[in-house]
């Protein structure tokens, strides 16, 4: 089935510890996108990727790294998580062209 | 700053018809989004409207006045399914996509 594919699920991580939240897509779109979701705020863009091997800033990247070594491939790294990082993490990608996003499943971080 | 207003809860009875509003405030437009979530589910697209007037897709429309910064999503013949948030979205003009909070829309038999 075509679509993105995120793991881990659901993940419980200490304070201080390095976690790389996977996403994989098989609709051959350039754009990758990773977002946050917290309660009562809208989705958050942590950082995009408009085509393999470039990068980009979003709204909230402080505490998150992106890598884009593919088309398919866009994983998100915590490399030392906070509290504050306690979130559900959307990746999305969009057909060249195109504005409208496709959802992964998500994950659940939970940092304690 | 950029600002996307919608109403954070609602309520509705399955058959009936609801509206729910988005007011936004952005650095320029480049179309307006909805997408539905359901509880624990990932966002899906819905519509979008990047002229003025009423786009209809089966039960559900949705409108757009870019003079009065204002959307709204119409579901007809509300279902349980139904049961879900709303999130609206507007592309501005860096094509970033800009997200309201969302509105928890609760369908009552």
């Known amino acids: 089935i075509a679509g993105i594919t995120q793991a881990p699920t659901s993940q419980i991580l200490a304070a201080g510890r390095r976690m790389t939240l996977r996403c994989t897509q098989d609709?051959?779109?350039?754009?990758m996108y990773w977002y946050r979701q917290d309660l009562g705020l809208g989705l958050r863009l942590i950082h995009y990727?408009?085509?393999?091997?470039?990068?980009g800033k979003g709204e909230v990247p402080d505490g998150y790294s992106v890598s884009r070594a593919n088309t398919d491939d866009f994983p998100l790294t915590l490399a030392s998580a906070v509290p504050s990082q306690t979130s559900v993490y959307f990746c999305a990608s969009s057909e060249p062209g195109a504005n409208v996003l496709t959802f992964g499943a998500g994950s659940r971080l939970t940092v304690l | 700053g950029q600002n996307i207003d919608q109403p954070t809860e609602m309520t509705a009875t399955e058959g009936a018809i609801v509206q729910i509003n988005c007011t936004y405030q952005t650095s320029g437009f480049n179309g307006l989004f909805w997408y539905q979530q359901h509880a624990g589910e990932a966002p899906t697209f819905l519509s979008y409207n990047v002229l003025d007037g009423l786009e209809e897709k089966g039960r559900f429309s949705s409108f757009l006045s870019r003079s009065k910064g204002y959307s709204y999503l119409l579901l007809k013949e509300l279902q349980m399914k139904d049961s879900a948030s709303y999130l609206c979205a507007v592309l501005d003009s860096n094509y970033q996509l800009i997200w309201g909070a969302g509105t928890k829309l609760i369908i009552k038999p």
């Open positions: 990727s408009n085509t393999a091997g470039t990068t």
């Open positions: 609709m051959r779109h350039n754009a």
